[in-house]
């Protein structure tokens, strides 16, 4: 399973003991210029907070048995939120997902009936619904903002843009299949990718369903 | 009431070392954090330093641009302070976040156009190597990155897609393609295994 040039060539590629001095201590600077803002705008609290503490352990000294906290349990840390820019949660229904992604999302009316469906929120803010119809995969994306929310990478060699609905929207494929559909509306960026691809004024009618419901 | 006056003095004693040791500790809570941090950050730079610059040098192609990649892909995991669960977990995330450092990079044109891992093929002479990476430099960054990641790093088409942010098909296809234009430019023959 190598593609054994390639990976020869790679091999050769590694982070030397040079590089890695190198790159801690920028990353290192970088991150404490980043977090020092932050720090000059919070500096005071953990000593109102050490404060505060020290004067109810006074006050607790001269009438409880036992008193103190443990150094070890010392001031409490913020809780970290898993973040990653591109790690999807599911959610079992389309109102469990716009509750997360905070914005509205509708289903694909054409094809909210598919027999196979799944709700994703990708790096929190991009909503995806997949739908299986009849072997075919939809990927229907909204996300706040313009622009290509799609994924999909590829160059297609054909590229065509039609006014739906008063709408402006991109179609893209290969040869008679039309695989990806982009637009824009109501400050959200929309797409619509098909797998397999079907022809255009297939995917124009299920965008079109999209925009005017 | 001697006693009782010795009692209470002994412990607020105690209860007053105890608060100090707390203030203290309160005070200094966020340096021990960094150099927590920066201990982590070490550690993910040992373990998965090298897959984060080989998979910035596939988009890239210039060591230069790479490493810069991996200090920026660091930079994000000291200031994001991710919660990961594994160490699988850990290194899709930092190889997300450098896929994505390196496709900004591309946009926005800032990438030197030096390839000194050619030049240094071809010093050795080792034209076989600089050819098959001169051919990988044609391939599109979507289709490169995506050979990389199977081929290199052995991941499978789903785990490539959750990197890269896009579509499992997608996946698929930047696969097919990228080893038919391979093919097409070297007009060799490799042992390719089917796409899994």
């Known amino acids: 399973m190598t593609l054994t040039r390639y990976n020869e060539i790679m091999d050769r590629v590694k982070v030397t003991p040079e590089l890695r001095e190198r790159v801690l201590t920028g990353a290192a600077q970088a991150a404490e210029a980043a977090a020092g803002a932050q720090k000059r705008r919070g500096a005071w609290r953990p000593w109102v907070l050490a404060v505060a503490c020290l004067a109810l352990v006074l006050l607790g000294s001269l009438t409880l048995p036992r008193l103190g906290r443990s150094p070890e349990t010392a001031a409490p840390t913020e809780v970290s939120e898993v973040q990653g820019g591109w790690d999807a949660v599911e959610y079992d229904t389309i109102r469990a997902l716009t509750e997360a992604a905070g914005f509205p999302v509708e289903e694909v009316p054409a094809l909210r009936d598919a027999a196979g469906k799944s709700y994703l929120l990708i790096g929190g803010e991009l909503a995806e619904i997949t739908y299986t119809v009849s072997g075919n995969r939809y990927d229907y994306r909204v996300s706040p903002g313009s622009g290509d929310n799609s994924g999909d990478y590829n160059d297609y060699p054909t590229e065509r843009t039609v006014e739906l609905e008063g709408v402006s929207v991109t179609f893209k494929g290969e040869g008679g299949a039309c695989r990806l559909a982009l637009w824009e509306a109501n400050g959200f960026a929309c797409s619509l990718a098909c797998d397999n691809g079907v022809p255009q004024q297939d995917l124009e009618a299920l965008v079109r369903s999209v925009i005017r419901p | ?196």
């Open chain 2, 1 to 196: 009431m001697e006693l009782l006056q010795e009692t209470l003095g002994s412990r607020l004693r105690r209860s007053l070392a105890q608060a100090w040791a707390f203030v203290r500790s309160a005070v200094s809570a966020p340096e021990a954090q960094a150099q927590g941090l920066a201990l982590d950050a070490g550690r993910a730079l040992d373990e998965w330093g090298t897959s984060i610059l080989r998979l910035a040098l596939s988009y890239l192609h210039s060591r230069e641009d790479a490493e810069d990649i991996l200090q920026d892909t660091l930079i994000r995991y000291l200031t994001a302070k991710p919660v990961l669960q594994s160490r699988e977990h850990e290194k899709a995330w930092l190889l997300r976040v450098a896929a994505n450092l390196c496709k900004n990079r591309i946009d926005y044109n800032r990438v030197r156009q030096a390839d000194e891992l050619k030049e240094e093929l071809l010093g050795e002479e080792r034209e076989d190597l600089a050819f098959v990476w001169e051919a990988v430099a044609q391939l599109p960054e979507a289709q490169r990155a995506a050979i990389h990641l199977f081929y290199h790093e052995g991941y499978q088409t789903a785990e490539i897609a959750r990197i890269l942010g896009r579509r499992e098909a997608t996946v698929r296809s930047d696969l097919k393609r990228g080893r038919e234009r391979l093919k097409a430019i070297l007009k060799e023959a490799y042992d390719f295994d089917p796409i899994q």
